[in-house]
């Protein structure tokens, strides 16, 4: 067939839109520099010192060569800090001492160390996932980092969940906030507060330090009959929030999470809707790196409906899960999501993340990985000591994750009726797809597209913000978008819009 080529040239100018915090921090194709300058004598040891009293310690922060006087610098974590390593994860408040001050509108921002993973990539290509699907989470990207002129290795660095993140994501951020740790199991112990202060914190309001809307809302989770819990539960908690936090940390066998251990989540009383809303957090162990004693294998091949023994301590999963409306909801949900959790969409994602971080990961000797086995983690399951682990056990390679994952959901979701999971679905002209995914230079081509004969397609940045919109009439098999050398590296969404339906793919530029 002989095509013809529809030719669009997409701008590198951006389309005006409304700059939300962190959104040219978290948009840079790029590795962040952040420098720490303490002036303290002997800062090692009272860093340590701090860390078990919860407090910051002043020192200068430099990120990407803007400097920020008398910020505050502290220890996070736990098993992450308490690894063997000196390569310690951090927590940043720029106004912690000097009100208002901020990078980007981001006074807090969090730095990993990744103690448990070889390939640096889990905790960024589960959380890129989640925001590019709409799913509530904090967004990441890489950073070096030196602590008085040396360098302390590669990290990532994490949107902190803080009041700008709830205005930025919700419209509001007046609501109740609640972290669930250590033990945030939403199981209801009774109507006093102090009953679930040990399992919970408050991050938002502590001064009212009111925790009836939680109680509320757990005693109502556990006591609602099942016949009412269909049209009950979403007087509390919203339902689409939970499927898409359920459904996500399935696909990534993320069991750091409500769904493995109990912990590691937000819920937020989102003021507008009265109801609770889901956050991820902390999911450097996706991928199935958090094993709960169970082998690769398994994990690999986890049920959709993975509960944790027992199950009554995770009543969220297990009185949904007990309902065939909910057991058919989770099922839509990872059907939906799984097209674009394959290798065809991720690994020239991982391909060229890879390229980015890797000369700053060869370069990092705080880390606990071999360059050899950073290599290859990004496609090879591991036989190695897990950190945390005494016994060691199987790390899995992020491709072959994907490929194996895959292969068990599309079995597994055949028996709820969804068997159009393939990435490339057949209509009307042929195999919908855009190629090259990784794009060096020149055009983007997309084939198949039977939509509609007047087509909108839309380019979006790993923000969420338009860079390019125009409304097209498709003659032919093929549409060529030529993209501007000057266009920034980056991940991208383009959407094809049409009265009949859209369509919509992925690409990196490099």
Known sequence: MKFHFLCL?????????????????????KVHDIRFEFHQTGFWDSLKQNYTLDVYMQADVMIDGKSYHNSGVKFKGNSSYNNA???????????????????????????NNGFKDPSFLREKMMLDFLYNHGIAGPRCGFARLYING?????????????????????????????????????????????????DYELKTNEKENDWSDLIRFVDALN????????????????????????????????????????????????????????????????FGNFQMGQSLTNLKNLAIGYIPTPTTQRPVMNRLWGESYWKQALADRICALLPDFSNEKLNARIDSLANLI????????????SNAQFEQNLSQDLNITVPGSPAGGMVAGIKSFINDRRTSLTGQLKAFGCVSTDQEAVSGTGVQKLYPSLLRSGCLYITGID????????????????????????????????????????????????????????????
């Open 85 to 111: 390593s000196n390569k310690k994860p951090f927590r940043i408040d720029l106004a912690e001492y000097v009100d208002g001050q901020s990078h980007d509108d981001l006074k807090k921002i969090v730095l």
């Open 150 to 198: 040396e360098y302390r290795g590669l990290y990532t660095v994490v949107e902190d969940v803080n009041k700008t993140f709830l205005e930025d994501r919700y419209g509001n951020k007046d609501g109740n906030l609640f972290k669930g740790d250590p033990r945030g199991t939403l199981v209801y112990k009774g109507s006093s507060p102090s009953l679930y202060s040990s």
């Open 358 to 369: 890797r000369q700053d990961v060869y370069a990092d000797t705080y880390k606990t990985y």
């Open 451 to 510: 939509i509609d004969k007047d087509i909108r397609i839309e380019i979006f940045n790993a923000t969420g913000a338009a860079i390019h919109a125009v409304l097209v009439q498709k003659t032919t098999d093929l549409i060529s978008l030529s993209i501007d050398p000057q266009v920034p590296p980056g991940y991208y969404v383009v959407n094809c819009i049409g009265g009949k339906g859209s369509k919509s793919f992925s690409f990196v530029k490099e």
């Open 223 to 286: 006591r609602i009959p099942s016949a009412q819990l269909k049209d009950s539960l979403a007087t509390y908690m919203n339902t689409d929030s939970w499927l898409d936090y359920w459904a996500a940390h399935n696909i990534f066998v993320n069991l750091d999470s409500y769904i493995g251990s109990g912990h590691n989540y937000f819920i937020y009383h989102n003021t507008d809707s009265d109801q609770f809303d889901w956050i991820s957090w902390d999911v450097n162990e996706a």
């Open 9 to 29: 040239f997409v701008l590198s100018a951006f389309s005006a839109y409304a700059q939300d915090p962190g959104d040219d921090f978290f948009a840079q194709w």
